[in-house]
Nanobody
Framework: QLQLVESGGDLVQPGGSLRLSCVGS????????VSWFRQAPGKERERVTC????????RYADFVKGRFTVSRDKTKDTVFLQMNSLKPEDTAIYYC??????????????WGRGTQVTVSS
């Protein structure tokens, strides 16, 4: 069974950067589309980005375009989320999720436990 583990969350000042990682426990992870979600206290969960297992361009929510970049290294069974120019409103628990469908019809079949990102001065 596929298990996902996120890491890289931390406390960072506004304008700083973090790189999150999502590692799949088995190689079949590389054949799933992978999304990053985030959820702040008292707010709905929202999708940040999605990357497919093929050549399609990643998808980004409007509030992170130009600041966040998603990528994957299939040799390491890993998906990364590079976050730059962080803002206090980016504070949330960040989750990665894997799904068998393409990003246009993404449904999370497997979820990680999340990693905390806190942006504060």
């Amino acid at each position: 069974q596929l298990q996902l583990v996120e890491s890289g969350g931390d406390l960072v000042q506004p304008g700083g950067s973090l790189r999150l990682s999502c590692v799949g426990s088995v190689f079949t992870f590389n054949y799933y589309s992978v999304s990053w979600f985030r959820q702040a206290p008292g707010k709905e969960r929202e999708r940040v980005t999605c990357i497919s297992n093929g050549n399609d361009e990643p998808r980004y929510a409007d509030f992170v375009k130009g600041r966040f970049t998603v990528s994957r290294d299939k040799t390491k069974d890993t998906v990364f989320l590079q976050m730059n120019s962080l803002k206090p409103e980016d504070t949330a628990i960040y989750y990665c999720a894997a799904g068998a469908d393409y990003c246009s019809n993404f449904r999370g079949d497997y979820w990680g436990r999340g990693t905390q990102v806190t942006v504060s001065s």
